[in-house]
T-cell receptor
Framework: GENVEQHPSTLSVQEGDSAVIKCTYS??????FPWYKQELGKRPQLIID?????GEKKDQRIAVTLNKTAKHFSLHITETQPEDSAVYFC????????????FGTGTRLLVSP | DTGVSQDPRHKITKRGQNVTFRCDPI?????LYWYRQTLGQGPEFLTY????????KSRLLSDRFSAERPKGSFSTLEIQRTEQGDSAMYLC????????????FGSGTRLTVV
């Protein structure tokens, strides 16, 4: 089955710096890659996603890149702000009739003022 | 309808007791999922419903676990004879059955088995 590895497990940056979180997946049939942000005690919230027919997607300060050949995808946050502090999860899914997401183990991002 | 609702938010139970959780998905979403999240880990898939049909169950879902979605709307997840290892956050999510799209998660039910 699919396996998703995520690095780093923790990431500390200064406000205004960029942050990059990387994930690798094992199943080349995976075709959908969402990123979720989870603040302490709250639900995971979808922040951006990318499909396998696209190499990069941007939404304001957030971007995701996908390298299908290498089977890895990354989340890029620019001009980080303290409110970006949270745990970020990547996930991968194959469209086998429904969306079973396999999640990475999460990255705790701390943005210091 | 502002999102996926889960009840209760917290549940503390003694080992060996049965517990039941409820999930109310977004009303127009016909796909419903249950995930389990332990501390420091990402959510793990448990089971999936398309309308009222339970179409896939993870090996994580032992015989002590049962999920239903009787009318294709809300869903319940029951754990019988709870064990300490069942302590986790149980997350429900829903989505439309269009091609690819993100889930909307509920806030979860945190289960503590003592």
């Amino acid at each position: 089955g699919e396996n998703v590895e995520q690095h780093p497990s923790t990431l500390s940056v200064q406000e205004g710096d960029s942050a990059v979180i990387k994930c690798t997946y094992s199943d080349s049939a995976s075709n959908y890659f969402p990123w979720y942000k989870q603040e302490l005690g709250k639900r995971p919230q979808l922040i951006i996603d990318i499909r396998s027919n696209v190499g990069e997607k941007k939404d304001q300060r957030i971007a995701v890149t996908l390298n299908k050949t290498a089977k890895h995808f990354s989340l890029h946050i620019t001009e980080t702000q303290p409110e970006d502090s949270a745990v970020y999860f990547c996930a991968a899914s194959m469209n086998t009739g429904f969306q079973k997401l396999v999640f990475g183990t999460g990255t705790r991002l701390l943005v210091s003022p | 309808d502002t999102g996926v609702s889960q009840d209760p938010r917290h549940k503390i139970t003694k080992r060996g007791q049965n517990v039941t959780f409820r999930c109310d998905p977004i009303s127009e979403h016909n796909r419903l999922y249950w995930y389990r999240q332990t501390l420091g880990q990402g959510p793990e898939f448990l089971t999936y419903f398309q309308n009222e049909a339970q179409l896939e169950k993870s090996r994580l879902l032992s015989d002590r676990f049962s999920a239903e979605r009787p009318k294709g709307s809300f869903s319940t997840l029951e754990i019988q004879r709870t064990e300490q290892g069942d302590s986790a956050m149980y997350l429900c999510a829903s989505s439309l059955d269009t091609a690819l799209g993100g889930y909307t998660f509920g806030s979860g039910t945190r289960l503590t088995v003592v």
